[in-house]
């Protein structure tokens, strides 16, 4: 109990940026300055008019992302030329954060804690927002879950996330995940762009739903691989289609880092300007708390005597490779590192002397 306790206070800055996201992103203002374009089932802007269709025929469903789709149009449909490029990235960013999330889930020693279910953690983002959930779900992780000690002392099969029910994860990420983001940014017509962020909105329901049926159809039609190589390959894959998207932005964009991803201080009103602080500080609070979680990892590799000091300076400078590569990148450098530390530790009474 005591050392829960002080693996909570230790993760307390993570609920200070779920708070601050909160805050920052203003749900009210967001559903308040999408009201319009919901109630009309049109989206208008300088450049054109969008009719809002009905995407799931579940009135529970379209009456809860109707006024998100007038949101997301400020980005997807161009009308704001900053919010265009810094959404586009960030949803990108997204893929490896689902990716990660789901073998984390897989890992033996997380069963029964919450990362064993990352599923309800991304769908509640898609309503709440990342930056406010994503935070709340790494210091439950940290709180709950296994301590690197912990796992360093555990059987390889009960650390390791590369397992064969795995082998289709990044594939389904890549179709029901990316290859949406691509059609809501580049389709051809708005009205393609509409239809693919209406069918986005529950992507992390079908990823976690179709992982689950196509891992147990993996299972049991044996399909002979090798689960760390190929999974490793693919994951890599995910990585460079994020730092892709990454530099094509800093190379491309005109406008710079700190106006693309920096959100206003004061009040922001209207749809463009609140949609775009919104998703900024959406953005700001996923990743800063994504990177503390990574510290908080490295720093338990070090308390379990893992690695030297030398490895906490890396990992505190692991945000800076993000202007290089971008956070999604960055997110799987740092833990694929820390990967390649746990399995290689041994079991307490298994070190060769």
């Not at 897989?106 to 279910?117: F, M």
Request: aromatic share 14%; charged share 10%; hydrophobic share 55%.
């Amino acid at each position: 109990m005591l050392s829960k306790i002080l693996r909570a206070v230790g993760a307390l800055p993570l609920l200070l940026v779920a708070a601050w996201s909160f805050q920052t992103m203003d749900l009210d203002k967001i559903a308040a300055t999408a009201m319009p374009s919901a109630l009309a089932k049109t989206i208008e802007w300088d450049g054109g008019k969008v009719n809002i269709i009905d995407f799931h025929g579940v009135a529970f469903l379209d009456d809860l992302w109707r006024g998100g789709t007038a949101t997301f149009s400020v980005s997807s449909f161009g009308y704001d030329s900053i919010a265009a490029w810094q959404v586009f990235t960030f949803l990108i960013d997204l893929g490896p954060m689902y990716a990660i999330w789901i073998l984390e889930s897989t890992r033996g020693a997380n069963k029964w804690s919450p990362g064993y279910i990352p599923t309800l953690f991304s769908v509640a983002a898609q309503v709440l927002g990342i930056g406010s959930v994503a935070p709340i779900f790494y210091f439950l992780c940290i709180v709950f879950g296994p301590s690197t000690s912990t796992l360093a002392a555990s059987a390889p099969q009960h650390r390791t996330v590369w397992h064969q029910s795995n082998l289709l994860l990044i594939p389904i990420v890549l179709v029901l995940h990316t290859a949406e983001i691509f059609g809501m940014f580049v389709a051809q017509s708005y009205d393609a762009r509409h239809y693919w962020t209406w069918a986005w909105q529950l992507t992390p329901l079908w990823i976690g739903l179709a992982n689950i049926i196509l891992g147990q159809a993996i299972k049991l039609l044996r399909v002979p691989f090798s689960p760390s190589a190929a999974s490793k390959l693919m994951l890599g894959i995910l990585a460079l289609v994020s730092a892709a998207v990454w530099i094509y932005t800093l190379a491309f964009s005109p406008h710079s880092i700190p106006t693309l991803f920096l959100p206003e201080a004061g009040p922001q009103d209207g749809l463009i300007l609140h949609s775009r602080k919104a998703l900024q500080a959406d953005e700001v609070a996923a990743y800063a708390s994504t990177f503390l979680w990574l510290i908080y990892a490295f720093a338990d590799l070090y308390l379990a005597g893992l690695v030297g000091t030398v490895w906490l300076v890396y990992a505190a400078l692991l945000p800076l490779a993000t202007l290089a590569v971008g956070p999604g990148a960055t997110y799987v450098l740092g833990w694929y590192v820390r990967e390649i530390i746990l399995s290689s530790a041994r079991p307490k009474g298994n070190s060769s002397k």
